[in-house]
């Protein structure tokens, strides 16, 4: 072929090649631009399938996808080749970006992984919406990625593209990336380019090291990556049934590893233990309040129970058992004491709440990593009442305190002398953890921005007009403070008389 093209294009260079197809970087002679032209040498059932694709494809319209500017059928010498004029993007690909990244800077951080799967996910979502019906790529590698000279996130190469819903069988793919059902004949579905979109992060936490399908394993990746571990298992089970709905559930995932401190590599999992100095003083009824209130501000939340409370455990075990091994007592998630006789590492929550009864040694029990992950920190939450004769052999100097069972002046009282210098939340009267409860919501509020910045999803709307008037109730209190010291003063003064 001389290096006039239809006489339309001139042949720059040629980009890459197989048996039965060349791809060219052309320059369109006009317009002075530069296209790139696949040309398809094959059986008459080959090029039919080729054809299908192409008008498959060539009304889409995004900005992440090349646009297909022409279609020439009967070239060549033997009138037996298809041409597709594409969109040339000028940058380069994924794998060759990450391997650039990993020589230059020795990783990638969370905040591009993110970034890259959240702008791969947006057009997906747009291939999986079009025209109603949904167009599946089958094909998403590392090598049909492709970053331009800004950093945009481009998808190519739709030769494996099939409409959605369409009963179509699948038996192509790329090795590593595609998923088990494509070498299966199963028909195509959503959630075979979501395990693709899960190894491709696989890909980049990895340094572009995947090398075989025993490979697909979290094992060797290092743990600044543990933010993303739950999404890559979702994304690559076995049984797409059991991945990810929708690939828009993936990308608000990504978002949210960002929004909350997966760029700074912050702890984003909780552990709060909860133990109490006495038995009878309420950490049960605590703990649910707390997972009720987590629940009802959608924060994902675990309630783990080391209590020895034999009521409670015959209440869980009656609820509904989930497939992950939890119970869903009244939509609270609770893993009973199994005495790790049976694994929970199907359950993945942000904050993992310990019934520890009257002992903290008790959350030792408790295999953390296999509900949090590797990056998790730990709250603990001591509850004591007014007498606390006992309270200071068990406590540990980082201890938040919580008091349970006294007013709101023996709280005051309490907060200024014997836990001085400390953290301390009052617990109202709670009759039934499983009601609304605004003074502890209140409470709860506090707690959560003191402690849990991580994971906090942002301020709440009003959120100055509510601290301005939670300041002015404790402006209100300075008198209670001061008759208290007041008191203390006199009783002082009466010890010295003596």
């Known amino acids: 072929m001389d290096n006039r093209f239809y006489e339309k294009y001139e ?36 090029s039919e399938r080729l054809l299908n694709e192409a008008h498959l494809i060539k009304n889409l319209k995004h900005p992440h996808i090349p646009v297909i500017y022409d279609i020439e059928q009967n070239i060549g010498e033997d009138n037996d080749s298809i041409c597709i004029i594409e969109e040339y993007i000028d940058g380069k690909s994924l794998r060759q970006y990450v391997n650039d990244e990993t020589e230059t800077n020795g990783c990638l951080d969370i905040h591009e992984i993110c970034r890259i799967g959240i702008e791969l996910c947006c057009i997906l979502e747009y291939l999986h919406s079009f025209n109603g019906e949904g167009i599946l790529h089958m094909d998403i ?19 494996n593209a099939v409409i959605a819903g369409c009963g179509m069988q699948v038996n192509n793919g790329s090795l590593l990336f595609a998923a088990p059902e494509q070498y299966s004949g199963e028909d195509a579905v959503e959630q075979s380019d979501i395990y693709s979109v899960g190894m491709v992060i696989l890909f980049m936490i990895s340094h572009g090291k995947i090398r075989t399908y025993e490979n697909h394993n979290l094992s060797g990746a290092a743990e600044r990556y543990s933010v993303l571990y739950h999404l890559i298992n979702k994304s690559l089970h076995h049984q797409w049934g059991l991945r990810y709905e929708s690939v828009t559930l993936v990308r608000e995932e990504l978002e949210s590893i960002m929004k909350m401190g997966g760029g700074t590599f912050e702890k984003l999992s909780y552990v709060i233990q909860v133990a109490g100095e006495k038995p009878g003083i309420g950490v049960t009824n605590a703990v649910m309040s707390m997972a009720h209130f987590f629940r009802n501000n959608q924060y994902d939340c675990v309630v783990v129970d080391k209590s020895g409370n034999d009521y409670l455990h015959r209440e869980i075990v009656r609820s509904t058992l989930m497939p992950e091994g939890f119970y869903l007592y009244d939509n609270i998630k609770v893993i009973p004491d199994y005495y790790n006789a049976i694994s929970v590492n199907g359950v993945r929550s942000r904050i993992v709440i310990i019934d520890c009864g009257c002992d903290f040694n008790k959350s030792r029990e408790v295999k953390i990593t296999d509900i949090t992950g590797d990056n998790y920190t ?14 200071g052999k068990k406590m540990d100097d980082k201890d938040i305190i919580m008091l349970n069972l006294v007013g709101a002046r023996q709280f005051y009282e309490l907060v200024n002398s014997v836990y001085k210098g400390k953290k301390c939340y009052r617990i109202p009267c709670i009759y039934n953890w499983n009601e609304a409860n605004p003074i502890f919501d209140e409470t709860m509020n506090d707690f959560l921005q003191d402690n849990l910045t991580g994971i906090m999803k942002g301020y709440r709307p009003h959120r100055i007009k509510e601290c301005i008037g939670r300041l002015y109730e404790k402006v209100r209190n300075f008198r209670v403070i001061k008759w208290f010291r007041k008191k203390k003063k006199k009783q002082e003064h009466s010890c010295n008389k003596l």
């Open 141 to 159: 590698k590392p090598d049909n990625i492709m970053l331009d000279n800004y950093g945009k996130v481009k998808l190519i190469d739709f030769d």
């Open 378 to 391: 730990c709250i603990r939450v001591f509850i004591v009442g007014k007498a606390t004769h006992c309270s």
């Open 11 to 46: 042949i720059i260079k040629e980009l890459a090649s197989s048996n039965h197809s060349k791809i060219y970087l052309v320059r369109h002679v006009i317009l002075d631009v530069y296209r790139v032209a696949k040309i398809f040498t094959g059986s008459h059932e080959e």
